[in-house]
């Protein structure tokens, strides 16, 4: 009351005063309008507790505004008692705008108020209300009248006592299952799964009672039992117990035999789920030795409950986690002491300590668990998290996830005790050791507390990850490179003389150097774990110490035997006799033979798969010894054996192209070398043309560095080269031998179409008794051999129904227009024909055509005829079809009995001739076309249904019965006696054949002629039934396909002309062959769950999005309608041109990469799922009218019994679907349109979901206190209603963003299967069908373990919208197809590479969910799932049957953003645990196609790159140094073969060959190889070697910068739909440091070589040798404007001139972004020095060194030099790099001081300056003897001297800002900035002159649009009206 009157009082201070006249107050009543109050852009705080409130008032503002003013008032009342300071965010706000509100609406309210008080309003809406069944509006209102009973003094009005909180609960929104909502009657909750599962949980007879328990004596449910128990959440108890009714119901439904009573749980699924869910706690037992906390008891009756109760409790712990989910073993930590906890209570234990019963460590309070478990361990991981300081600190100066999780692995996990110590070392996070007290009552009693550090494994930035995780790779390489060197050197000729002593002497060596390469590996590998030796336990410190120690003694016990052998006289002296083996054993032969025997016992197991996977998880202490030597005693990593045939498998296909990679590299790179190397170690040398350092060496060692050293490089490389031909080869034949390509093109879907049916049956149809699918070829052959009518009788149906389904889909899509449709759909009638389905038109119409003109050209016997016509199935089916009809048309529309005897006797006289055979003798076939051609007339007047065309339909009539029995029949006088004898009772008499057809369709009922003069306008239309009924199956199916089958003809060819329509179509029809489950029945099928994570993209796009020009180019949807003219043409269609702007808006999301377009895809899943259920109860005779039925149900959703609603609440327990909008909270306060359009689609889709956090601000103490919530919504009235609120321990984004989104949200999940669609896919009808059988594939035993990862193919949807966007299509296409295909099956190696893919759900949420998420080290979220999953014994496999569609970026931009992002994904892989684990557990086969198919692939790229640097490094060397000189002409060494290999295999890497190959094996597999090749040699054409040659240095350069310095970050791509053009300033920023300056480093060092090498070496050669550097470095520099839209147009030109100026001459400082001036981008791009470590930063000086040489070797060719070698001259050339350095500083200097006031004497400063320089140059030209080619040559020799300073300062640069020295540094970088920029922007805009350039650019980058004849050039200058 108090309250209130204070609420009233503050608003009576806000309204002004004054009073107003009643009059005045019925006048404002009378106009009064009412207006809805915004009552979604609420503050956080306010959304749970008062937005109910103004919806309803929004609700009853037209029905009673008083009501509505009385819920507003409420409102403000609520709103002041919780924040009374207003002191929340945006709370003041609210309240004066409401407060407004109240006081305009108060006066007025009264006087339209119904009822005579407001208690009395209040009390008849809620009757009302109530009755009508809106029980959320009751209950608000209720509420309010309780509060307003109060005030007033009515309480009379109240509801009876306690009927308040009874109301409420019944009123709880609910997501799939209305536990509380009172509605038991609902569909879903009659089910016998369902009820089954709902009355286990509810089965709380014998437990125990609990002191804080509900009112009731006990708990309504286990669940809530355990939160009384432990303090769980309510909103986290609701939800899991909805989670866990659906595990259970789906996996009860399941087990078979079924069980006796449908509604009692089996046993079975309980077990089932149990054994799933609890498969790592109870590995993480055996692991540390402890036993499972499982106590179940004796009774029967009760084991079930108890094994409930622990589900229960671990979905408990697991849906209230938060971050901690993330550590798998952490939950197990937790989940054992409580599970410990809970036999405690239920077995009624009394404690030793207390002596009462055992009670659990944190009571049963609210949020207790949340509080004081899950928030400390919670609080450890954010602070480390905060240390990583956003990417920029070093991995081992802060815990991450898998740190913290492994710290679990060990029994030291136990010291937390439980409850939780919290003084333990664990909960430290600061570096620094510090006292702490021990415990609150003693603060005296402390210890020390210390950061553990890392555990297990130390994330170092080094490239020496490579070597330590590969180490036997490396190793087999370098072994096999000196084996082949050695024999290359000897020049063996044939294999026998290996057994030569010298030769095998020096093959014996590769021993010794396997031992120092593993010793180099040992004290590589504890260098790394340095960091983490506190955490490891003493067997793991003794283990490393021993193998150091071994390592180390066999590093020098083989070299010295080997010496001390190659020494002995005795062994020497041996030759070799081809009848005796008389080698001397020596020491160092015994050492190597102690040194294998762990090889061989190694090689042993590798071919006993079983017996290794025995040892690693056994827990016998023999095999502990084993293991524990062999790997690190890890958790995971255990048992990652494969099965013996798959092992086999991939073994022989590495043995193979490894023998064939060796052989190769011996024939091809070492062998051609060896010759050469000879020569060149027997030249002398004796005169340098540089000052030689080292005149002494022995053997010319530089030159034969420079030589070899690209070689070697190549071959550590080009295994990868290798396994691309490889894997195009093999992958080609996987795929052929899986059907892939079956179906190709729209003709062979016509050609194969009569098999669908049968395929369709076998796969997608459920039979009653499962079978195991047959092979493919065993059904072609049944099919093909005994052409059985049971296709057309059972299974043409339900294929026709789908189908129907499928066509309607593409029609709703605008893929087709409308007679498309009409073409291709298969009409169902259980009436029409004898058949319950045609064929479609497309595949009859050409048919029927082709039919009549062999008949009438066809001279012969009638059974030759027959046998040529019912050769092709669709056109015997076409005549017949064409027959039926007509005759069931005629049938129908004739009424006179004349008239149906005579077309009786015309049809039988018809049907008697063909089964004489004697069609040929009885009509006259010539004349046929004729009489089709009436037919046609006849048919178009009955298809048009016009009245006022009876006349010429009569006419129609009579001229094809005259044609037919006057000119094609050759006896018709059977029909003329019919008609003779009715003609003669009327007149008698003989007549002429017109004069009887005259008269015919004018008989009245009884067949009496009407005489003309009788026969007026109603008495025709009584005897005839024309027109035809507007609605029904004879005009809408039978004449309007008998139209079509007859006027369509060569057009059908073209049918479908939608190219998607056809690819899809082909795709489907090509998985019908291929092998797949055999389908369950939807109530059988696995449960799935969709989750689609969202942060800030485009849901669908708005009017302004869609009309306004796109950075001065053309509009969205003017670019969209340019693209896709047929679809817009065939949307217009659709809605009879009368579209709305939100149609408008849907298609043109759903053509963009929108969340729209992905929502209505995976809603597909939904759709099918429900025609599945419906096909799964009705026969094919109820087909038809089934979906009648159905249709008519969706008038009925009140009646719970109907069809539609059993099937919605079946499809509801098997499919979710959540989008994870982690932002959404913040839009919708805010008021952004992204927060309605969700809102719009959960409103369109209403069984979607979405997730989202909530960040609200609780006044705590009078301070501000953020909360954070995980929520899920739905919609509901177009509203968004909270169905679940669980709490969060803080804010749940502290890792990675995309898998701590997913995180939050995969507690909403259901089902047994999760998909993590992206939000840039989409999905099709067609593939949804098939999901139902790729679920079975959990659960289909074939030879292998249960996969718990299935992968899917992915189509590239964006390939068609530039040419950039189709070399990434099919770039991606051949990854996502040949190369998992590969991956999978026969390597094993496929992880996690695709979103579509499908998650065992169980499996993952018990293992670490579906992604990691520590931030940086897990950039690549995605695909450490697919390692986690491995590591952990799951399984990996990957299915083409079906497949999603995906987005890519289309422009050069946007590519490279999203490959540098994959770069530094893979760069952060290197240097993690997964990695190294995986590296190290793999068998050797296996090992190689992990890395490989890796980071392999990445360091490789690198390598191809840095080859070309030290080949022509090697060359420059040799040039400038004049030892090539004396090479060429001394020792006449002119060509080493090697040098072109190397050469010619980098360039193979370089053009994108090794992305091309499988690109065109799979195209030819799936289109044909004739157009593979059309393809792959348009995309030349195209410059896709280009694309590629750039794509490869964005690889290598953020692969390598990434391992070196970090840096790694997501890089958000926009994915753009409309392309446009792109800045030369954003261009300059994206590219300087990753192309531009090497590109330009490399016209150097080609320029240099060139120059110099000239005078003894032909330029052509040179040429020939470098022609791929020079194509590399001008593609590197110039790709980016020439794949950019109007790179070549004058006016972009022109913009981005002045843009450039702009952007170099701005000012930077703090806050300026780098898109805005130069300084700003300089200090980011150069940011990852600043905080490199010591090692990467003394790396990146020794790079920088290279810039050094030119100068050191050029200043020695200078004419001013006058041939001196001394190294005086060199140092000469340093005081020019000093005088520039000075002349900088003075002009800054000056600048600084001088410029602002005295900016004459500045001028003359700077022209003094320039005259100086100018004179110095003179004096050297004419007295120094300078030439002008000197100049030259100082510019290519100080450039890049100054560059290198330049790198090296700003590695130094916190030292050299100490010393002010670095405002020079920075001019001198602003001033090679603006030079690299000049130098790029020279050609381009003389190219820019040629129009004839741009034209050819646009049509380069547009091939396919102009294919299509679309017009791009208004696309690209915007050509629309709103521009």
Known sequence: ??????????????????????????????????????????????????????????????????????????????????????????????????????????????????????????????????SENALEIAFVLMEVLKAVSFTDGHEQFLPAGGDIKEKSESYSPYNILPFDSGDSQNAIMLLPEIEASISAIRNVRGLPSIENSCETGLPLDLLYWLQNLFGFQTGSVSNQREHLVLLLANMHVRQNPKPALATKLDDRAVDELMGKLFRNYRNWCKFLGRKCNFWLPSVKQEIQQHKILYIALYLL????????????????????????????????????????????????????????????????????????KNGVSDHSKWRNYDD???????????????PLRLENDFFCTSFSSKQISTSKESPNETCEWKWLGKTNFVEVRSFWHLFRSFDRLWTFLLLALQMMTIMAWHELETPLELFDPEVFDGIMSIFVTNAILRFLQVVIDISLMWGARQNMEFSQRLRYLIKFLVALIWAITLPVSYATSQGSSVCSTMQFQSDAGNFCISLYLIFVLIYLISNFIGVALFFVPAVTHYIETSSWLACSIISWWTQSHLYVGRGMQEAQVSLLKYTIFWVILLSCKLLFSYHFQIKPLIEPTKHIMKVSINTYDWHEFFPEVQNNAGAILAVWAPILLVYVMDTQIWYSIFCAIFGGVCGIVRHLGEIRTAGMVRSRFYSFPSMFNGSFVAHPSQKK???????????????STEAERDELPKFAHVWNQIIANFRSEDLISNREMDMMIMPLSSKFGGTSARWPLFLLAMKFSSAVNMARDYVGKHEKLSRKIKKDKYMFYAIKECYDTLKNVFNFLVVGDLDKRVLRALFDDIETSIRNSSTPIDFKLAELPVLIEKVIKMVEILFENNQTRLDALIISFQGFLEFIINDMMVEGGRILDIIDSSYGQERGGDVSLMQHVSHMFKSDSRGFIVPFSQSDEGTRNSVLRFPLPDKGPLKDQQIKRLFLMLTVKEAALDIPANLEVRRRISFFATSLFMDMPPAPKVRNMLSLSIMTPYFLEEVKFSEDELRLSQDGGASILYYMQKIYPDEWKNLLERFNYNITDDDTRCWASFRGQTLSRTVRGMMYYRKALKLQAFLDICSNQDIAKGCIAIERDKNQKNSQNSLAAKLDALIDMKFTYIISCQMFGLQKAAGDSHAQDIIDLMSRYPSLRVAYIEEKEEIVDGKPHKVYSSVLIKAVNNLDQEVYRIKLPGPPIIGEGKPENQNHAIIFTRGEALQAIDMNQDNNFEEAYKMRNLLQEFIRHSGQPHPTILGLREHIFTGSISSLAGFMSYQETSFVTIGQRFLANPLRVRFHYGHPDLFDRIFHITQGGISKASKTINLSEGVFSGFNSILRQGHVTYHE??????????????????????????????????????????????????????????????????????????????????????LIIDARLQHIKSLETVLATQSFLQLGLLTGLPMVMELGLEKGFLSAMSNFILMQLQLAASFFTFSLGTKAHHFGRTILHGGAKYRPTGCKFVV???????????YSRSHFVKGIELIFLLSVYNLFSMSYESSIAHMMITYSTWFMAINWLFVPFLFNPSGFAWRMIVEDWADWNKWMNNVGGIGVQPEKCWESWWNTENAHLRHSGLCSRIIEILLCLRFFIYQYGLVYHLDISQKNKNIVVYMLSWFVILAVFLLVKIVGEGSRRLSTNYHLIYRFLKLLIFLSVLAGIFTMLCVCRLSVMDLVICCLAFLPTGWGLLSVAQTLRPKIEEYGVWEPVKVVAQAYDYGMGGLLFIPIAVLAWMPLIS????????????????????ILYGKNRNR
């Not at 009059?23 to 009543?29: E, K, V």
């Not at 106009?31 to 503050?43: I, T």
């Not at 478990?373 to 991981?381: A, D, E, N």
Request: some cysteine; aromatic content about 12%; overall charge positive.
């Open 1895 to 1914: 034209t050819i650019q646009t049509r380069v980058l547009f091939n396919q649009a102009f294919t299509r004849q679309l017009q791009i050039h208004p």
């Open 1 to 130: 009351m108090e309250s209130r009157l204070r609420i009233v009082q503050a608003m009576e201070e806000i309204v002004p005063e004054g009073s107003s006249q009643p009059s005045q107050w019925r006048l404002r009543a009378a106009r009064h309008s009412p207006e809805p109050f915004d009552s979604e852009k609420l503050p956080p705080i306010l959304v749970s507790e008062i937005r109910r409130f103004l919806r309803v008032a929004n609700e009853l503002e037209r029905e009673s505004p008083r009501a509505a003013y009385l819920c507003r008032f409420h409102a403000f009342e609520k709103i002041h008692t919780m924040d009374q300071n207003s002191s929340g965010r945006g709370v003041r706000q609210l309240k004066t705008s409401l407060l407004q509100r109240l006081e305009r609406d108060e006066e007025v309210t009264k006087l339209l108020r119904l009822q005579k008080s407001d208690a009395r309003e209040l009390e008849y809406l809620y009757l009302k209300k109530k």
């Open 1620 to 1630: 446009f053009h792109a800045g030369f300033t954003e261009n300059y920023q994206l």
């Open 404 to 418: 913290l999780n492994e710290f679990f692995w060990s029994t030291n996990c136990f010291k937390l005790g439980w």
């Open 1441 to 1526: 049957y079906m497949q999603v569609g995906k987005g890519r970026d289309v422009g050069l931009n946007q590519i490279s953003k999203f490959e540098a992002k994959l770069a530094n994904g893979n760069g952060e892989q290197t240097l993690s645990r997964d990695i190294y684990r995986l590296g190290h557990r793999f068998d050797f086969f296996r090992l190689l196609s992990f890395y490989f198919t890796t980071v392999g692939y990445y360091f490789n790229n690198l390598i191809s790159v840095f080859v070309v640097y030290v080949f022509l490094y090697g060359r420059l060397y040799l040039v400038l140094s004049g030892v090539e000189r004396a």
């Open 317 to 388: 712990i697991w849906g209230e986690a938060s971050n901690l989910r993330l550590m798998p073993e952490c939950l197990c930590y937790i989940f054992h002491h409580m599970a410990y906890e809970l036999y405690g209570v239920l077995s009624s234990a009394v404690s030793l300590n207390t002596g009462k019963k055992v009670v659990p460590a944190y009571g049963g309070q609210n949020e207790s668990f949340l509080r004081n478990v899950v928030t400390p361990i919670y609080k450890v991981i954010y602070e480390e998290a905060q240390k990583n």
């Open 773 to 787: 699918k047959g092979s493919i070829f065993k059904d072609i052959l049944k099919n093909k051999v005994c052409k």
